[in-house]
Each structure stands twice: as C-alpha cells, then as structure tokens.
C-alpha cells in the first residue's frame, strides 16, 4: 500500500485513493479485480494543508477541517474543494503519527 491514504468523506458518499509512484501508468498499472475498484488520473492542483499528529478521530477531523477553512478565510484564500484526510502511517504505529486535512484552493484568487 501507498502512503498517504486519502479520504475524501461528505455528507453524500466516501472515497479511498491511493497515490501510485511516478513510474507506473495507467497502462502499466495491474488492473483491479473488483469492479469498484476504479483507477484514475488526477490533475495537478494546488492545496492548503494543516498537519497534526495521533491518531485521527472524527473530532479531530472536524476540528482542523475547521481551523483551515478559518486560516483560509482570514487570509481571504478561496478553498472550492472537499476537505479531505491524507494518514501517512499505518494502524499499528502508536508513535510519531503523521496526519493532514488538505483542501483545494484557487491560488490566483484573493492576492
């Protein structure tokens, strides 16, 4: 498996995704066996992000969901994306977690 794992949870449905290294393509990728399972390209975008360590709760989540969307609102930054979980270390690791909230900005607004 790849670190980070991203989640992208809204009211309506949740996504897994994971980050495949530069030397593979769609073409070389090993197909999935299940059927939802889907491989896609994603373009580059710019993002916000806020770090914190633990392991993550859906307290958390939502507390540093909330302190970025502030941090960007203050700096007059426009965040047109979901809010999503980036977890860097796997569930056995007690010590040294890493987590993130990243959202999507539009870079060329509010400068």
Not at 63 to 80: A, C, H, M, T, V
Request: glycine share 6%; charged share 20%.
């Amino acid at each position: 498996m790849t670190s980070p794992v991203h989640l992208d949870v809204n009211d309506s449905v949740s996504t897994m995704s994971f980050i495949m290294p530069s030397s593979y393509t769609m073409e070389n990728l090993p197909k999935p066996n299940d059927p939802n399972v889907q491989l896609k390209f994603t373009a580059d975008e710019f993002v916000a992000v806020i770090r914190f360590a633990g392991y993550a709760s859906d307290k958390d989540l939502k507390f540093y969901s909330e302190k970025l969307q502030n941090l960007l609102k203050e700096n007059r930054i426009l965040s047109p994306g979901n809010y999503r979980f980036l977890g860097y270390n796997p569930s056995f690791q007690f010590i040294g977690r890493r987590n993130e909230i990243i959202v999507t900005v539009d870079w060329g607004v509010g400068k």
